[in-house]
């Protein structure tokens, strides 16, 4: 499986934007997919997962209430919604395809090529 995030982009405080990550075959009902971000210079940081079969959800305490993670199954597609955008949300976004929605990345064995999302103050 091949992931291709895209959607970022340059936005302002307070803007609402989506990210998409599209699998290139099938997702499986035990897989998780979840979202990261890295700064250069930085860890890469958890953002939110979602199990792909019963579609629990899990997020950073950084994103909850902001930001949704959801997927649509038909086409093996998981979204980050992302609202009330702040300028600390600037970073890299990877999405990523794991067995357990752990916050940590060496858990996770397959991952997208990274989107950029800007927020200017």
């Known amino acids: 499986v091949q992931l291709q995030a895209s959607g970022g982009g340059l936005v302002q405080a307070g803007d609402s934007l989506r990210l998409s990550c599209a699998a290139s075959?099938?997702?499986?009902?035990?897989?998780?997919m979840a979202w990261f971000r890295q700064d250069p210079g930085k860890e890469r940081e958890f953002v939110a997962a979602?199990?792909?079969?019963?579609?629990?959800?899990y997020y950073a305490d950084s994103v909850k209430g902001r930001f949704t993670i959801s997927r649509d199954t038909a086409d093996n597609t998981v979204y980050l919604q992302m609202n009330r955008l702040k300028p600390e949300d600037t970073a890299t976004y990877y999405c990523?395809?794991?067995?357990?929605?752990?916050?940590?990345?060496?858990?996770?064995?397959?991952w997208g090529q990274g989107t950029q999302l800007t927020v200017s103050s």
């Open positions: 990523a395809r794991g067995t357990s929605p752990a916050n940590e990345p060496g858990l996770y064995y397959t």
């Open positions: 075959s099938r997702i499986f009902s035990s897989a998780v």
């Open positions: 979602i199990r792909w079969g019963r579609a629990s959800t």
